[in-house]
Every structure is written in C-alpha cells, then in structure tokens.
C-alpha cells in the first residue's frame, strides 16, 4: 500500500521528510495538480502522446537558506517550459533550446539543482533555478540531455583517448579529472582545458602561523568541440577537511554559439580574469585565474576564436 503524503493521518517522519523533497513525474493531463491545470491547458490537454511531465517539490535551498517553489517541467517542440507555484498563482516560462545560454548543474550530497538561463519565448532574458533531492536526478536528466550536445556513436578507443586528456588532473585534483569526464557527452572533443587551484589570501599571523582566507575557489575550464564547460566547488558546499576543498561540485555548460567572445583582462594584484561573453544581452560569465596561467589562457582564446571562424 502507497504512502499518501497529503493525508492528516500521516506523520512527518525523516521518511515523510525526504519523499516530500524527491521529484516525481505526471502520467496525464487529469494527474497534473489542479492548480497547474489552467495555464498548461493550452500546452498539454490535448497533446498525444503525452510528453516527459516532472514535478518539482517546494523544499529549501541548502545553500542560500531560501524556500524554493514547487514547479512542473517539460519539454515540447524545442521549447522548455516552467510552470511555477508562488503562493496560489503560477508563473509560466518558456525557453526556446536555442535561446539558452548556459545550463548549470550542481550537487552538495543529498542537495542537487539545475539552473538555465537565456531569452524566453517572449524576447525576455531570464533566468529558473530547479532544486531536487541528489536521489531523484534520474528524472530531471532527461531536460539535462536535451539542453547539451547530442551524443554521437563513436569507436570506444577514441572515446577512451579523450577522456584520457584529464589523467594530467590525477595527481593534483582527482575530484575534477572525474568530473570532467563525467561531465563530457559522448563525441566531444576536448581541445584544452585549465585547472586553476583554490587562490588564498594571507589575512594575518600569530605565533609564527599564518592565517588564510580563500579568495576564489578551486575551478577548471575546458574548451569542446560543442561547449565551454566550467567546473569548480560551490563557495556554500562543506569543506572536506584537511583536503582543502568541498564536498559537491558545479558544471556550468555554455554552447559555443551562444559565446560572443571570450575576453582576458589582467589586474593588478596578480590575477587574470576569463570572461564568457553571452549572445542575449550583455551578460558573461567570469573565472579568475593565476597571472602564471595567462599564456594558456591565451591559447584558449585563440582555440575559441578558431572554433567560430
């Protein structure tokens, strides 16, 4: 017998707890809550078969210690639409794929969300962030696939020797050489990619020990054939102690067609700024690295630059 969540009789137990968190998908146009009804009628009541439908459960955001929105996901002839809940109201948005600038993927343990960001069908630049339960991601990878490259078939032997580009990575940080091999669809082709170490800043000493505060967290940026993927800790995630880094991880996935330009600007403290220009607006996605890392920089600039001909 299945447990009914919304009834008076049950008890918010740790079990109840985590299953209101995971996300589930809808069946029907009859299964979609009431409240959803009226502004995807239009969409899907009449739509056969019944396309990928998800529902995302309100919960808090781990990190920032805000409520998040119930919302209902799904994806029809190009177009990914968002209904959300605030309050007794829904806020519809809809993204064309190919308006989409940037995709972000993150997960701290049992804490997961997704966040796309570019022009909706209405010519506005905006932005949804998606939270769920690590547990539940089965049903939100489905959007995740369709948002990124397509894989191709490839022979096994040359896909091995692309992921064999990040074994440099074992021996300085072997969390990312994993996650940028998870993190590459079938058929990329890495050309460069740059790992740049946590950057501290020495606060003050006492006794002889000094004392550091990081200034910019551990990161890697990777140039595809497809994509810029960025890859680097959450500034809220856990800290793994005595490693110097945090539990979880963030990819960031741009599309080069949707990079205007990528910028280098030199500061004067030592430091280089990678900016990401976007095709909708004027929005960029910045990474700060080591003035040291500045000629390889360059050379994914350039790398960049031949890619868009």
């Not at 919302?71 to 948005?93: A, M, P, R, Y």
């Amino acid at each position: 017998m299945s447990l009914d969540l919304n009834s008076p009789l049950a008890e918010l137990t740790g079990a109840r707890q985590t299953m209101l968190s995971w996300v589930r998908t809808v069946e029907s146009y009859a299964a979609i809550p009431d409240v959803y009804k009226d502004s995807c009628k239009a969409i899907l009541e009449d739509y056969h078969p019944f396309p990928y439908v998800v529902l995302t459960p309100k919960n808090s955001d781990n990190r920032q210690q805000e409520k998040i929105t119930e919302k209902l996901l799904c994806e029809i002839n190009g177009v990914f639409h968002v209904w959300e809940c605030i309050g007794d109201k829904i806020v519809s948005t809809s993204y064309p794929l190919k308006t989409i600038n940037s995709l972000e993927v993150g997960n701290i343990l049992l804490f997961s969300w997704l966040s796309i960001s570019g022009l909706t069908s209405d010519g506005i630049i905006s932005s949804t962030t998606i939270t769920f339960n690590t547990a539940t991601s089965r049903f939100l990878a489905p959007f995740i696939e369709q948002l990124r490259p397509a894989p191709v078939d490839v022979d096994e032997a040359d896909w091995k020797l692309e992921l064999a580009k990040f074994d440099y990575l074992s021996s300085s940080n072997f969390k990312f050489m994993n996650y940028a091999r998870e993190g590459l669809v079938r058929g990329e082709k890495v050309i460069c990619s740059i790992l740049q170490p946590r950057i501290r800043k020495h606060i003050f000493t006492i006794f002889g020990q000094k004392f550091y505060r990081n200034r910019f967290l551990s990161h890697l940026a990777l140039l595809t054939d497809k994509e810029v993927i960025l890859i680097g800790d959450d500034e809220k995630g856990p800290e793994i102690k005595g490693k110097g880094g945090r539990y979880g991880g963030v990819w960031q996935y741009i599309p080069i067609r949707n990079i205007t330009a990528i910028v280098l600007t030199e500061s004067g403290d030592g430091l280089v700024t990678l900016s990401i220009k976007l095709a909708s607006g004027d929005l960029r996605l910045d990474k700060v690295f080591e003035v040291s890392k500045k000629p390889v920089l360059e050379d994914f600039k350039k790398e960049f630059e031949r890619l868009i001909g």
